[in-house]
């Protein structure tokens, strides 16, 4: 694993983009820092430009890199999450313009699959999670639902053997309201 980790990570560090498995759905994804990267990815999914991403970290220690002014209530409720939860902060920082929700808000996911969480520490900076589709259509509940028109434009297939989920479905999606309030957007 730690081969394809290393590779992966300078794939990204070289501003490509790959299709790699994550605790949900296989995802496209890239240095979330990187601009250019992150316009190829809207261009390959035919995306909205106006529509941010939800972006993966390895853990919740680097959430004050990425977000100016975190909920107290985030400290309580990261640690208890039981399955893939992605949370909507304010506040973004550190980040592409675009990337970033036009209310300032930015989602950010803990990741705790293993090869997607060794892979951002590798990287040493958040990668991008977004849903291996075109934009207008249904999200792939496995890899053999990837259209090859998506395969086609990636620059590295993450081989399917480093998947570990059986979950394939998009997180669970949580917006903190203020420092002590929150709001499920999707279950």
Avoid at 136 to 151: H, K, N
């Amino acid at each position: 694993m730690e081969n394809e980790i290393e590779k992966c990570a300078e794939l990204l560090a070289a501003g490509k983009v790959i299709l790699y498995p994550t605790d949900t759905v296989w995802g496209i994804g890239c240095d979330a820092t990187n601009e250019e990267a992150l316009m190829k990815i809207y261009h390959i999914k035919q995306r909205d430009e106006k529509k941010s991403m939800i972006i993966l970290l390895d853990t919740a220690e680097r959430l004050p890199m990425y977000v100016r002014d975190i909920p107290l209530i985030a400290w309580d409720l990261i640690p208890h999450v039981s399955r893939p939860t992605t949370f909507i902060y304010p506040t973004a920082r550190n980040l592409p313009a675009k990337l970033v929700h036009n209310d300032g808000t930015i989602a950010i996911r803990i990741v705790q699959q293993e090869f997607c969480r060794r892979l951002i520490r590798a990287l040493g900076k958040p990668i991008i999670s977004t849903s291996a589709n075109i934009a207008t259509l249904p999200t792939p509940q496995t890899f053999s639902d990837i259209s090859p028109e998506i395969i086609r434009q990636m620059d590295y297939v993450v081989p399917q053997s480093y998947a570990s989920s059986f979950d394939y479905k998009p997180s669970r999606l949580i917006k903190f309201l203020d420092d002590y309030n929150f709001t499920v957007l999707r279950d």
